[in-house]
């Protein structure tokens, strides 16, 4: 995660991979109005990379536009790199430009990622050679998933999905990633899925199978296991994804998923060809798709050197 200090320099690239759960249990709202999660993150080969650059002030910008992206202060990269500065004292800015392979408002963590690689990014830039623990508590902050953006691989998520504990995974996976073209607003999801589940309960759980599975590297008994509290509800506000959901399962994966709160859906195989081939038959549907391998390593320096 925070590897060994590069020289100080005028940039730095980072890359953040999407992240996936194979497993979403959503427990019931608590009194400060998060849920508690029960989770099993995988980390897959979809990635934003983030560029820093040394300036008076900050800045973000995309490198293909999207107006789903904030480009303001609200921007989570911008928090995050604020964040670093304050916890140790700097007053110091940078622009950063985000070169996006995770789609936005899929399910996929884009802007956690983004955060996580914000975070390494700027470590490097300023040779601040800050502690992986600290570097996790200052992602825990900005988000429940962007720690684990920190980590990749498999991870069990706890809490809000912020306690993260790295799980034993032999399995190899190839997902078809079938993307949307409108995204899910994730509060609205959480907010839905009150009202489905009014009986959700306190303390979700992991199935013991799933975790067997990827133990066992067993990729049919992963298929099997994979679930998401959240369908029901993502369905709800999008009944077309029943629709899409049905065209999928026709091509019979191994296993059928929603990303996190969706809207994209998931198709899992045990090896490259077998996603290559599902790949076309998605496309001739009309539907954008690609293929990510899975599990991946976390954030990972790409490039470092002057401007």
């Known amino acids: 995660m925070t590897a060994a200090a590069l020289p100080p320099s005028a940039s730095v690239t980072v890359r953040a991979p999407a992240k996936i759960n194979l497993h979403l249990g959503v427990g019931a709202a608590r009194e400060d109005g998060y849920h508690p999660l029960s989770t099993v993150y995988q980390a897959v080969g979809l990635y934003d990379d ?51 392979g995770i789609p936005v408002a899929g399910g996929m963590a884009g802007g956690s990622a983004d955060a996580a690689a914000t975070l390494v990014a700027l470590d ?12 996790l508590s200052l992602a825990a902050e900005l988000g429940s998933d962007v720690p684990f953006a920190l980590v990749g691989g498999t991870a069990l998520g706890t809490g809000r999905g912020e306690i993260v504990e790295p799980v034993q995974d032999r399995t190899e996976c190839w997902w078809v990633v079938v993307h949307s073209d409108r995204g899910l607003s994730t509060p609205s999801v959480y907010e839905r899925f009150d009202v489905v589940a009014p009986d959700a309960s306190v303390e979700p759980e992991v199935p013991v ?52 709160s969706g809207p994209t859906l998931l198709m899992l195989y045990d090896n490259v060809d077998a996603a290559r081939r599902a790949l076309v038959d998605v496309v001739d549907l009309g539907l954008q798709a690609s293929i990510a391998p899975g599990p991946v390593a976390g954030v990972h320096l790409v490039t470092y050197g002057s401007a």
């Open 50 to 100: 983030v560029t820093v650059t040394e300036a008076e002030g900050w800045s973000v910008e995309l490198v293909r536009a999207d107006d789903a992206v904030p480009l303001d202060g609200e921007n989570i990269a911008i928090r995050a790199g604020r964040l670093l500065a304050e916890h140790h004292g700097l007053d110091l800015a940078a622009a950063i430009s985000i070169d996006k």
């Open 124 to 135: 490097r830039l300023w040779d601040l050679r800050t502690p992986d623990d600290a570097l």
């Open 209 to 260: 199978a799933l975790l067997g599975a990827l133990e066992e590297g067993d990729v049919a008994a992963l298929g099997a296991a994979l679930g998401n509290d959240l369908w029901a509800p993502a369905r709800d506000l999008r009944p077309d994804l029943a629709e899409v959901e049905a065209d999928l399962r026709s091509m019979d994966p191994i296993g059928l998923l929603l990303s996190g």
